[in-house]
């Protein structure tokens, strides 16, 4: 758009969302303008680009091949990145113009590499329209909410002794239940996050204050990238070394997604024990997941996005043998300290992780008795 994009904007701002505008990067710039800030500002309206880049050292206005010039593109591509702009980019290479392919051919190939190294940080979609909120159908099935939204009511830190709430650590705000970390993960390794940020985190696991027995609970979730949560059921803090049956919230970017057994430690998997192999069912950082857990009885049934992704017997011979397999094999213990089978509790609580290395969000927290 010329001369800039304000201009542009001021245009069409209040036309229809689908009418929008051109961004010329080489005209943003030649106006003291930050093409990136430019486009993170008015992101959703920009339709096509330009890009072209100016020579070095020089008045705005000579064309050189795209690496080579005063602009900086991979902050360009990077903006773009970040507001999710699917449209058309045009690559200018205006010189040279009886003789340009090798640069038009060096312009092609700095634009790939630069798009190819970019990481899209995903963008957090809201809550979803209607959150924590029963419908007609779910009332009448006797479903209730097992978290209002909007405060704590029913909910308890394990830190407390599962006598209060947490008082720092989680967030709620616009619908959603969120953990603070105090670390964080880079390349597959663990570092503290500042001072100042691991204040607010640290609120540990969090519980309901009912305990459960037959029971159906629904849940959403919005992972973080390297995120690692979970829910876990038939919670007892005095049993099991406070170690229980967990439905795993995990993005697989995260250093634990590759270990266990078969995949036993992602997505809906019982975690460390049995595997839900439904990467082609979770949805990345971000999006929404509905999660499910269903137990009567002794049996239990995972599901991710409207889809049973696993289910097995508690306390038959083949769910003995898939504990002593896994970490747990030596975990059981009553309240005395003495052995007992593991994952065999009649009744506990439902928890919600706090792995205090990840952000994960919760909504729609939904449980029904059976």
Sequence with gaps: MYPDV??????VKDLDPRVGFCIDVGWEYGC???PAETIRKYGDRIYDAHIKNFKKDAPNGKSVPLPRGKIDLVKVFQAFAEVGYAGVCSLEYE????????AVVECIGYERGVCDAIKVKAKMKPAPEGANTL?????????????DGKTFD??????????????KGWVIKDGTLTMRPVNGIANGNWFPLPPEDQKLGGGGDIVTAKKYRDFAFKF????TECANSGVKYFYDETLNKGTCEEYQVLEN???DSDKGKDGNRKSASLYDIISAHADSIL???GEWNSGMIVSKGAHVEHWLNGVKVLEYDRGTPAFKAAVKASKYADWGVDADGKPQDWGEIPEGRILLQDHSDSTVSFCNLKVKEL
């Design 220 to 223: 959403d979730f919005r992972l």
């Design 135 to 147: 419908t007609d159908a779910e009332k009448a099935d006797g479903w209730v909410l097992a978290w």
């Design 6 to 11: 304000e201009y542009g904007w001021n245009l």
């Design 32 to 34: 003291d303008k930050d």
């Design 283 to 285: 949805k990345g950082p």
């Design 95 to 102: 010189s040279d113009f009886e003789d340009n392919l090798l």
């Design 253 to 255: 970017g995260h250093p």
């Design 154 to 167: 029913g909910w308890l830190a394990v830190k407390s002794g599962c006598k209060a709430p947490p008082e």
